[in-house]
């Protein structure tokens, strides 16, 4: 093999930006250099940064990571409401817990984005824990019909439950969660029992499923093709057979990117990003107007709502002239927008709104912009200031567009001063 040439292994080690300051002795020893980006002395290998371009310096090679990863605030922002978590904070890192209000219950709350984004755990604690919570006969009865009778009390969804197996009467502990979410069974006796393979195929069948797979075992993912959809799932033979689980595209609870393109292009959409999820907005282009829209798959398609504002038939029309308006009732106040001649603003009058002041402006459109500027300048004013619900717990009609006039320090926002940013948002839109 042909030494390298000393001359030619400093160039190159340049050329990387590491600037060798000792003589070279191999490729695989250190090198003390100096990095020619931040100055700081190193001693990488010659084979790492030339061969395998791994970089001279690791502190100018990690504030680089990092600078990759960081994420933009705004997309941060947006995924956060997504999930029903309004950031009234600007963005710091993805570790750092950020100040938000709950879309569901309208609670302060401080989550991480890693929480909430990045690992699906949700915002807010108490609207959590109160999904969390079974009414204890009705997890009784779906353990019942499992196939397993408990004779304990039930405590949570993750805690081992004391049954008796309904096929073989042995004791067993399973788990609701397992049991009745995922499907398991509740006795390991059982589930290693041996099964006809052709009785479960013939099960399978019954329940709208063909397998196009051999038959493995009770528990394990086994390939069919769904009878009533014809896409492929891969559901298990113990969930099927005990408790009827059928096809999660059929269900609603999963998606065929190409499946749902199509759908959407039949009812006049056309997407130009994947579809994901029906209940994320997917960038489209309406097919009628040719306007960019983000309608919802669910909505669309399932609900049959339409997604393209200037199209539709009823509600708000960006095209026609329309009215900001700003409501107040006791110690609320509400923005909100309407065309002109809409029945919108009596209907809150009669649910014992007062109008404040209203603003014509040419078309709906702008009346859009400035009700989202106002928005905007309303959620980062302050904490204290977020959603608000009525007096007996509910949502108030548009409950993300209502604010509280008083703060959580008790002090008082003047009506005048709200009306006022309305008017500036009109002129900067």
């Not at 005990?242 to 199509?262: E, H, L, M, Y």
Request: overall charge positive.
């Amino acid at each position: 093999m042909r030494r390298l040439d000393p001359n030619e292994a400093k160039q190159k080690m340049i050329e990387c930006g590491a600037w060798p300051i000792a003589p070279f002795a191999n490729t695989q020893d250190k090198w003390l250099c100096v990095c020619m980006t931040c100055g700081e002395f190193v001693e990488p290998r010659y084979n790492n940064v030339v061969n395998k371009g791994a970089g001279g310096c690791r502190r100018c090679g990690t504030v680089k990571a990092i600078n990759h990863l960081r994420l933009d605030p705004e997309m941060a922002k947006k995924e956060m409401i997504e999930r029903g978590v309004w950031p009234i904070e600007s963005f710091d890192r993805t570790l750092a817990p950020w100040p938000s209000v709950c879309m569901e219950c309208g609670s302060f709350i401080s989550p991480t984005y890693a929480n909430v984004v990045s690992r699906g755990q949700g915002g807010c604690r108490e609207c959590a824990r109160r999904d969390r919570g079974i009414d204890p006969e009705v997890a009784k009865s779906e353990m019942i019909n499992s196939g397993v009778w408990p004779v304990a009390d039930f405590v949570n969804t993750s805690v081992p439950w004391l049954c008796v197996c309904m096929v073989c009467g042995e004791f067993v502990r399973p788990r609701y969660n397992s049991v009745v979410h995922k499907g398991n069974g509740g006795c390991e006796k059982c589930g290693r029992r041996e099964v006809n393979p052709e009785v479960a195929k013939a099960t399978m069948i019954a329940h709208g499923m063909w397998p196009v797979a051999p038959f493995r075992r009770t528990v394990d993912p086994w390939l069919c093709v769904c009878m009533e959809c014809g896409e492929f799932i891969m559901p298990r033979y113990a969930g099927t057979a005990r408790r009827a689980s059928g096809c999660k595209f059929c269900k609603g609870k999963a998606i065929n990117p190409d499946t749902a393109k199509k759908k959407m292009i039949e009812r006049g959409y056309w997407p130009i990003v994947e579809i994901t999820a029906s209940h994320v907005p997917c960038m489209s282009i309406c097919m009628g107007c040719g306007d960019v829209v983000t309608p919802r798959y669910d909505s669309v398609v399932s609900s049959g709502q339409g997604g393209c504002p200037n199209c539709s038939t009823s509600g708000f029309r960006d095209t026609d002239p329309a009215l900001i308006y700003l409501l107040i009732r006791e110690t609320v106040a509400k923005i909100g927008i309407c065309n002109i001649g809409s029945p919108r603003l009596q209907q809150h009058v009669r649910k014992g709104w007062d109008v404040y002041a209203t603003y014509a402006v040419k078309t709906g459109a702008e009346a859009r912009l400035a009700e989202k500027v106002t928005l905007e300048c309303w959620r980062v004013r302050g904490v204290g200031w977020g959603f608000v619900l009525d007096l007996d717990g509910e949502r108030y009609d548009g409950y993300t567009e209502t604010v509280s006039l008083v703060r959580r320090d008790g002090t008082e926002t003047p009506i005048r001063l709200l009306w006022q940013d309305i008017l500036v948002a009109v002129e900067v839109g």
